[in-house]
Each structure stands twice: as structure tokens, then as C-alpha cells.
């Protein structure tokens, strides 16, 4: 149980347009979800809070007019990419949380490798 | 602040020779705490965590991890790696009742045959 999956797993888009990832937990519903990102050879990045029904908490430096989050349901959160430019390539994970194992906990996506060119 | 660090950077050692990575937490309260593996091009996987009871966890892939309140550490040990742990270990702590993840920088594992 608790997997979380994520769409596309890989995405290369043109710089200037817009990408959308999913993030949808399979087996269980989240009332949290999380976007990170993460640079080559680095740690993982908390860009915000994705809370269900509600407006997304940012990370400070976190452009929100440039990551749009939606969290339009208990087992999906997306998180939209505007305007992409190269900088913007990098590996975006989600998670989402969950008490399935008696306390809160996060489960992770496999990751969404962006390349803008 | 919150926070997690991790003492190594980068560790090179031989297949069949034993590992520890340090991980240490700045927590205000009871923390729970985790380890993850990322191989090569590959996504998270959880490897252990602690929550409560027995400070020593067992993980997957024969990692183990042992957590000592009064040094505030969590540091996670192999006795005996193979080339395949050649990977980025990333400790993590979160206060309990909450979701919010602090990771620590990461250390590079290399494992050479």
C-alpha cells in the first residue's frame, strides 16, 4: 500500500510553454501533498504544501505565479510549470502524506525529469 | 531552526568493507526520523525509520540504523556493502504530528569492486 505515482515520468518541453506534472496517490487518499525539487548531486528541495481544497503553502524563493499547485482532490495534486525556461530543468518529486503507518508520514513519487529547451 | 546534517559528503570504500553514515537532527521535540537511498537515475526509496521503542531499526537491504536521543544522531551502518549500494543516502527528520520533511544534504556512497 501507500504508492504514489507521478505523470510523466519525463518531459521535454520548449522554453516558454507551460508543463503540467501529476502527482495521484493510489491507494489512499492525502489531504497533504508535497512538491520538491532537486538538482543533480543535491538534496531534495521543498517547493510547497499542497493541501486539498485549499491554497497552496510556498516555500520561501519560491515563485507561485510560476508553479501553480492544485490539489483538486484527495488522491491528486498537480503542479504546472509556467513559462518554462532552461533553469527551470531539474527533477521534480512529489509525496504525499498519509497516517497509514500510525503516524504522519510522507510517501514519495518516482520523480519527473524536466528539460527545457 | 530545524534542521539535519550529514557529516560525510562523500564516501569511497570497497565491497565487503563496513559503512556508517553520520546524521544528525535539531529538533525543538520528539522527531521521527528516516533514511533514504537513491541509486543512480532512480527515484527515493525509504530504506528505515524510527518512530518509537527500540532505538535500533532494521532496514531493508541489510542497513540498520541506531538512534541515540542524548547525541541526537541517527546514524545508519552496513556491515558489509556490495557494489550495488553505490548511491546518494539522504537522512530526514520530521516532528511528530508533522508531515514536514527536513533532509539533509545527502552523502554519495561509492562503492568500488
Known amino acids: 500500500g501507500a504508492v504514489v505515482s507521478q505523470h510523466p515520468s519525463w518531459v521535454i518541453c520548449k522554453s516558454g510553454t507551460s508543463v503540467k506534472i501529476e502527482c495521484r496517490s493510489l491507494d489512499f487518499q492525502a489531504t497533504t501533498m508535497f512538491w520538491y525539487r532537486q538538482f543533480p548531486k543535491q538534496s531534495l528541495m521543498l517547493m510547497a504544501t499542497?493541501?486539498?481544497?485549499?491554497?497552496?503553502?510556498?516555500e520561501q524563493g519560491v515563485e507561485k505565479d510560476k508553479f501553480l499547485i492544485n490539489h483538486a482532490s484527495l488522491t491528486l495534486s498537480t503542479l504546472t510549470v509556467t513559462s518554462a525556461h532552461p533553469e527551470d530543468s531539474s527533477f521534480y518529486i512529489c509525496?504525499?502524506?498519509?497516517?497509514?503507518?500510525?503516524?504522519?508520514?510522507?510517501?514519495f513519487g518516482p520523480g519527473t525529469r524536466l528539460t527545457v529547451t | 531552526a530545524q534542521s539535519v546534517s550529514q557529516h560525510n559528503h562523500h564516501v569511497i570504500l570497497s565491497e565487503a568493507a563496513s559503512l556508517e553514515l553520520g546524521c544528525n537532527y535539531s529538533y525543538g521535540g520528539t522527531v521521527n526520523l528516516f533514511w533514504y537511498v537513491q541509486y543512480p537515475g532512480q527515484h527515493l526509496q525509504l530504506l528505515l525509520k524510527?518512530?518509537?521503542?527500540?532505538?535500533l531499526v532494521k532496514g531493508i537491504k541489510g542497513f540498520e540504523a541506531e538512534f541515540i536521543k542524548s547525541k541526537f544522531s541517527f546514524n545508519l551502518r552496513k556491515p558489509s556493502v556490495q557494489w550495488s549500494d553505490t548511491a546518494e543516502y539522504f537522512c530526514?527528520?520530521?516532528?511528530?504530528?508533522?508531515?514536514?520533511?527536513?533532509f539533509g544534504a545527502g552523502t554519495t556512497v561509492t562503492v568500488r569492486a
Open positions: 530526514a527528520a520530521a516532528g511528530r504530528g508533522d508531515y514536514k520533511l527536513s
Open positions: 499542497s493541501n486539498e481544497g485549499s491554497k497552496a503553502t510556498y
Open positions: 524510527y518512530f518509537s521503542g527500540d532505538p
Open positions: 509525496s504525499a502524506g498519509t497516517t497509514l503507518s500510525g503516524v504522519r508520514e510522507q510517501y
